[in-house]
């Protein structure tokens, strides 16, 4: 499996951005592809999910009502559209995928240790 994260750059406050994901090589059409951010100092955070069975979205509450995560099949691209940004929203975006996504995926799919595969990550800069 590979991923390919893009999109990244510097935003004002309040603007948005999209990421995307592109992947490739997955065996079967089941899957979890998330974004995980990591800011200077602190842990890496789950953002949101996206799982390929029912077409399930999780979002972390810090960005609930402003990031939307989807998919492009026709072009395996994962999406990331984040609005409102503000400065808290700044770090590295890191696109990783699950190909045996199961269990309680509601929970599970936070914990960065479930994933076997990370793209390179992409800056995302709020400031004026």
């Known amino acids: 499996v590979q991923l390919q994260a893009s999109g990244g750059g510097l935003v004002q406050p309040g603007g948005s951005l999209r990421l995307s994901c592109a992947f490739s090589?997955?065996?079967?059409?089941?899957?979890?592809i998330s974004w995980f951010r990591q800011a200077p100092g602190k842990e890496r955070e789950g953002v949101a999910c996206?799982?390929?069975?029912?077409?399930?979205?999780y979002y972390a509450d810090s960005v609930k009502g402003r990031f939307t995560i989807s998919r492009d099949k026709a072009k395996n691209t994962v999406h990331l559209q984040m609005n409102s940004l503000n400065s808290e929203d700044t770090a590295v975006y890191y696109c990783?995928?699950?190909?045996?996504?199961?269990?309680?995926?509601?929970?599970?799919?936070?914990?960065?240790?479930?994933?076997?595969?990370w793209g390179q990550g992409t800056l995302v800069t709020v400031s004026s």
């Open positions: 990783t995928a699950d190909d045996n996504p199961s269990g309680n995926y509601r929970y599970r799919w936070r914990d960065p240790k479930i994933y076997d595969y």
């Open positions: 090589g997955f065996t079967l059409d089941y899957y979890a």
């Open positions: 996206f799982h390929s069975l029912d077409g399930g979205t």
